[in-house]
């Protein structure tokens, strides 16, 4: 289970107390964020919808931090808000939601009740092209703060680029779908993201499997 001082040492900074310093000012238009250290859920809220340590801070509607149970046993990650989520604040709530919420139901989970919902980033790219690693690691300590927070039991995956950035490889979906994994030492199973699955429905069958794993992993729990 990801551990204080693992955060801490994300974030740089020490075991100790301490916000970070102030760094030199460097003209990069996008410094990495001020974040405070003893986490709380109101600072987290205000540190996402404050913030402007990446470029789509420029272009976003709102900062989109997630929502579900802060209890959760299961923390859901997709890639990034899109249009409607931007719009609506919420992870999720468009087409790809839908079909989220009926894999969730398929395997007895509902949104809200032990299940946490959020993205890899917190705000929507333009036009919905792919997340760039820059915006990736900005958006990292926020994550990491979630789960921290939430201290989950198991993390789905949603999608190559959520399974991708999450475990660090190149490696295709098809070959990261079928075993158990690793997060900050929080297991994790890769599945299709619900926008790929409306396109692509024979891999439907594939998903479930997916969702077959993760509940067994769970009950093995
Ligand atoms: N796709 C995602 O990855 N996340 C959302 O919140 C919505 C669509």
Redesign the pocket.
């Known amino acids: 289970m990801l551990s204080r001082d693992d955060v801490l040492s994300e974030l740089g900074i020490g075991p100790a107390w301490r916000l970070r310093e102030a760094p030199e000012p460097s003209g990069d238009s996008h410094p990495a964020p001020h974040l405070p250290v003893d986490w709380t859920w109101e600072r987290l809220g205000d540190a996402v919808a404050r913030c402007t340590a990446c470029k789509l801070s420029a272009t976003r509607t709102q900062g989109?931090l997630g929502v579900g149970d802060r209890n959760a046993d299961w923390l859901i990650i997709?890639?990034?808000?899109?249009a409607?989520?931007d719009a609506q604040g919420e992870?999720?709530?468009?087409q790809?939601?839908k079909l989220l919420d009926a894999m969730l139901a398929s395997i007895g989970l509902r949104r809200g009740n032990k299940v946490y919902?959020t993205?890899v980033l917190k705000s929507r790219p333009p036009g919905n092209r792919n997340p760039e690693p820059d915006e990736v690691a900005a958006c990292r300590p926020y994550l990491l703060a979630q789960i921290e927070l939430i201290q989950p039991k198991l993390i789905l995956a949603?999608?190559r680029?959520?399974a991708q950035s999450l475990l660090d490889t190149d490696e295709a979906i098809a070959r990261l779908r079928g075993r158990v994994h690793r997060f900050q030492g929080v297991p994790l199973v890769v599945t299709y993201?619900?926008?790929y699955l409306l396109r692509n429905l024979p891999d439907k069958a594939r998903a479930w499997e997916d969702l077959c794993l993760a509940r067994r992993t769970m009950q093995s729990l």
Do not use: C
């Not at 997709?78 to 899109?82: F, I, L, V």
């Open positions: 989109v997709g890639e990034a808000p899109g409607d989520e992870p999720f709530v468009g790809a939601g919902i993205n949603l999608g680029f959520a993201h619900p926008a």
